[in-house]
């Protein structure tokens, strides 16, 4: 007997046996004795005992194996993958020479999936992503193809024709935008959808395959999302070198984080009436190994870029509360350390609680520590967890500066909202 038979013998075995325990199998227990003793005497009772719970594994050896996934909407389960998707535009590049036929792909990005998901959760995130599916298959013709893709974009391959250029590539793509722009009502709600879409036509393909064909169109989706929201790109040979430097980029970060290349630079803060310090800012600045010491202007736009804001944020508040214990041993005075946080870092639900744990973890308390905010943040959000954020680190005790005050026409009333402490107006350059 394989191993993969009597795994399955055990695991059913145990289901029977579950469901030999179950109320409703308890209560016909008695009656189906009863009745094979009347029909057959003792050989009958014995046969029901071994019998019963034989005859239920071999039903549900007979039975399709369960998955673990999820059950997902119709008009996603239709849809292809990536795998398919590849194979059908192997097929047509293939034959294109031959027939004269050209064929194309789009990749379709979605604006703000992050806030999606993070405000109304993973079921709604299905439930209009379903839509979204409807709605790109209703404005296709029948022959072309639409995959889902990992992340929650989709994929289009189009049916090989003899007209196709740059400028019907982009109407279609203006003609999948305007389908999926209506909103969508969703448990009493109307959600705004907007997406950004990337494509490539066959002739411009890196390579004559499928896969190179959907990477340049999934390149281009990405440029329009950086440039978005509801833009459409069309790939370029420049767009591939760009990301090739992007993610670069991304692992020389990614290294300087963990190398700790990246550290804190502490910036006093004084008062003007007394001269004292009363606090300082921790500042990032690169130490790279050649370069000598980076400023933050040339790399954090990358480290957002490259999602890696919340990576960065862990490390100076590590390093500002590391310092601030360290003053305090050294029994030096400083009130307070003030850190700088990104919007990414706004956005987890989560962030609060992290905080909390770690200047828990030092023994300091809340109050020491600054929250700085750009102002642009708090003027333009209506982010429902970076309102709770930013109410929940006051309620803590930080306090919250707003920063670079004079760029984002923030309001009073959001000011006096988020409880913010202090304003520190940005000067022209």
Partial sequence: MSGQIRKRLSENMGRMLRRLRQPETLLLLPAATLAAYWLGGERALLGLALGAPLAGVALDLLRPAETAMHPMPDSLQGLALRPQLVTLLD??????????????????????????????GRAAQTEVLARCAERICSALRSGDVVARLEGGGFAVALSPQR???????????ARLQAAI????????????????????????????????LLDAAQIAADEALRNGPAA???????????RADRDALRGLLENALDQGEIR????????????????????ARWHHPERGVVP????????????????????MLFQALTALSRWDRAGLNVPKVGINLSAAELRNPRFVEKL???IDRFGLEPGRLCIEIL????????????????????????????DDFGTGHASITNIRRFAVHRLKPTFPK
Wanted: aromatic residues 6%.
């Fill in 163 to 173: 007209r196709l250029d740059l400028e019907s590539m982009i109407q279609l793509a």
């Fill in 181 to 212: 722009a209506p909103p969508i009502s969703l448990n009493a709600m109307r959600l705004y959808v907007s997406c950004s879409v990337g494509f490539c036509l066959g002739v411009a393909a890196p390579a004559a395959e499928g896969r190179a």
């Fill in 91 to 120: 097929a047509a590049l293939r034959a294109a020479p031959a027939s004269g036929l050209q064929t194309g792909c789009l990749v379709v990005q979605f604006d703000d999936a992050a806030l999606l998901l993070d405000r109304h």
């Fill in 264 to 283: 804190a630079h502490f910036q006093p803060q004084v008062s003007t009436d007394t001269g004292d310090i009363t606090g300082f800012e921790a500042l």
């Fill in 375 to 402: 102002e642009t943040v708090i003027a333009s959000t209506e982010h429902d967890v970076i309102v709770r954020n930013i109410a929940a680190m006051a309620q803590l005790g930080c306090t919250i500066d707003l």
């Fill in 232 to 242: 459409i790109r069309a790939f370029a040979p420049d767009m591939a070198r760009k």
């Fill in 296 to 315: 933050p202007v040339e790399f954090l736009g990358a480290i957002e870029e490259a999602g890696l804001a919340e990576r960065l944020g862990e490390v």
């Fill in 356 to 358: 909390e744990w770690e």
